[in-house]
Nanobody
Framework: QVQLVESGGGLVQTGGSLRLSCVAS??????YGWFRQAPGKEREFVSA????????LYADSVKGRFSISRDNAKNTVYLQMNSLKPEDTAVYLC???????????????????WGQGTQVTVSS
């Protein structure tokens, strides 16, 4: 069982930037992803990365604005968020799951372990 701890959330103005971090401990999983969930809405896929190959996948809503990366030495996955909009406001959660083909990792059901989440609020 991998343990995931997110950090880096906060309050920013429209157009601002934040970098989220997800530190993993325990066994290594094939794919790490970021999801977000706003009150009253279902959990939404944001991005995923293959730990081994570095291949990435993005939701259409964040393409060109967000960038996922990993630091193998630090066992950390990052989500760089630029040009933030009020609609990006949500709790952002890090997740880990088996397999390394990110094409098939859009669904929350594909992940086994989840962090507690970090709040991102974008003001307008």
């Amino acid at each position: 069982q991998v343990q995931l701890v997110e950090s880096g959330g906060g309050l920013v103005q429209t157009g601002g930037s934040l970098r989220l971090s997800c530190v993993a401990s325990g066994r290594t999983f094939g794919t790490y992803g970021w999801f977000r969930q706003a009150p009253g809405k279902e959990r939404e896929f944001v991005s995923a990365i293959s730990w081994t190959t570095g291949n990435t996948l993005y939701a259409d809503s964040v393409k060109g604005r967000f960038s996922i990366s990993r630091d193998n030495a630090k066992n950390t996955v990052y989500l760089q968020m630029n040009s933030l909009k009020p609609e990006d406001t949500a709790v952002y959660l890090c997740a880990a799951g088996p397999g390394g083909v990110v094409t098939f990792k859009r669904s929350p059901s594909k992940y086994d372990s989840w962090g507690q989440g970090t709040q991102v609020t974008v003001s307008s």
